[in-house]
């Protein structure tokens, strides 16, 4: 009798344990694809509404497949930006005068 008591309560336990298992997996899934989809980036360009380019070069040195100074920073056409987000993210944010702007969350 004890036995068949103590059976119930682990299986009772091992079962409550597999729901919450599932409910966390499913919450991870969900975190991890709304993650993917705000880091993709739809749009980069320059923005000298407040700042204009120096032209240092500085991020065409951080990021050339993307960026380039021939004079002011110009973005190059037909790349897919998610191929270098990290890239452009750091060369935004190393950008002297803040003029390197980026859309990544579709808001365009
Ligand atoms: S890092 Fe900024 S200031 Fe320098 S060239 Fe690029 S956009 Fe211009």
Same mark, same amino acid.
């Given at each position: 009798?004890?036995?068949?008591?103590?059976?119930?309560?682990?299986?009772?336990?091992?079962?409550?344990?597999?729901?919450?298992?599932?409910?966390?997996?499913?919450?991870?899934?969900?975190?991890?694809?709304?993650?993917? /989809?705000?880091?993709?980036?739809?749009?980069?360009?320059?923005?000298?509404?407040?700042? /204009?380019?120096?032209?240092?070069?500085?991020?065409?040195?951080?990021? =050339?497949?993307?960026?380039?100074? =021939?004079?002011?920073?110009?973005?190059?056409?037909?790349?897919?930006?998610?191929?270098? /987000? /990290?890239?452009?993210?750091?060369?935004?944010?190393?950008? =002297?005068?803040?003029?390197?702007?980026?859309?990544?969350?579709?808001?365009?």
């Amino acid at each position: 009798m004890i036995k068949k008591v103590d059976i119930k309560h682990i299986i009772e336990h091992l079962y409550k344990q597999f729901v919450l298992l599932i409910i966390d997996l499913i919450e991870i899934y969900r975190l991890t694809t709304l993650k993917q /989809e705000d880091m993709t980036i739809k749009s980069v360009w320059l923005d000298e509404s407040e700042e /204009e380019c120096i032209c240092c070069g500085g991020c065409e040195a951080i990021c =050339p497949e993307v960026f380039q100074v =021939p004079v002011k920073m110009q973005v190059k056409r037909d790349v897919d930006y998610n191929l270098y /987000e /990290e890239g452009i993210k750091e060369a935004a944010q190393d950008c =002297p005068t803040g003029t390197i702007k980026y859309d990544c969350s579709g808001k365009s």
